[in-house]
């Protein structure tokens, strides 16, 4: 019983984690950094995120709080491991499993204004449904501007949004080991005309 | 070395641009100065003018500067491609079935 209890409580507090990082870039940037890095340490961090350490300190502390970071304290110099994501929604039968690929695209809202843009203008959603056509049009099964109209972007501002994903998809492919479980957009424009 | 001649090159499709003028604009300033090096005239159909000028000014479309490098002269626009044109037809054909 205490055990099925703290496996609702993982779930829910992983749930509100995700949203906390998804809802501030800044972070998300951080989280995908040191999983990208495997470890990582505050003045390493400092130094290729070009972020003040105190900053830094506080956003560690942070995502290691939120549970998506553990710090190893057993050397003198602490070093920080993220803890992979994947966290399914399930509205009315709609899914989509989020994971560290849309923290990143999340990430780079920070310093692209096209992602940055598309976030702003039309939320969180969309840019989550752009990474799905951002993998067919980085595995070269989907041209830009046909992703463009399924997106129902201004074309010129789809095929940014595009160029912007293409380096999100290629730099987590082998980063990110939920990959593969990323919504295939195809499989969205048939159950959507279904 | 010898001056090239003045030329005109076909864009048909905004995507150059585009790719051209994200994040820190280098590229679109080569491609500037590549077009003016080698006097090269980047024809533009209207429609891509037209996606580029409609894109919402926080864009990168919305920012690329189209019409001051039309009024430089190394971009200029044109009435659409007539794609019953046998020539247009196999280039587009052609380039379609690189992309894919």
């Known amino acids: ?194 | 070395m010898s001056t090239p001649s003045d030329s005109t090159a076909w864009i048909a499709d905004s995507g150059l641009f585009i790719a051209c003028g994200r994040q820190e604009n280098t590229k679109y300033t080569a491609l500037e100065r590549f077009a003016t090096h080698n006097q090269i005239t980047f024809v533009v159909p209207q429609h891509v003018y037209e996606e580029l000028t409609g894109a919402p000014a926080q864009s990168t479309p919305g920012q690329i500067p189209i019409d001051s490098a039309i009024t430089s002269g190394w971009v200029t626009v044109s009435e659409e491609l007539d794609y019953t044109n046998s020539t247009i037809a196999t280039v587009m054909d052609r380039t379609q079935s690189y992309l894919s």
């Open chain 1, 1 to 194: 019983m205490s055990q099925a209890i703290g496996a609702s409580e993982r779930a829910i507090n992983r749930l509100l984690s995700v949203a906390h990082v998804l809802e501030e870039p800044r972070l998300a940037r951080l989280y995908t950094y040191i999983l990208r890095e495997d470890k990582a340490t505050i003045d390493t961090i400092t130094a290729d995120l070009e972020t003040p350490r105190t900053t830094v300190y506080a956003d560690t502390g942070t995502l290691v709080d939120l549970g998506l970071l553990t710090r190893d304290e057993s050397q003198k110099t602490h070093t920080y491991t993220a803890t992979p994501i994947r966290l399914t929604t399930n509205l009315d039968g709609d899914t989509y499993t989020i994971t560290p690929t849309l923290i990143e695209a999340v990430g780079r809202t920070s310093n692209d204004r096209d992602l940055a843009f598309v976030v702003e203008r039309y939320g969180l959603g969309k840019l989550a449904a752009a990474v799905t056509y951002a993998v067919l049009y980085v595995d070269g099964e989907m041209t830009e501007r046909v992703a463009a109209r399924e997106l129902d972007l201004q074309p010129a501002v789809g095929i940014a949004v595009l160029h912007a994903l293409r380096e999100v998809i290629q730099d987590m492919r082998t980063h990110d080991p939920y990959f593969d479980q990323i919504r295939n957009a195809r499989t969205e424009a048939a159950n959507r005309d279904s």
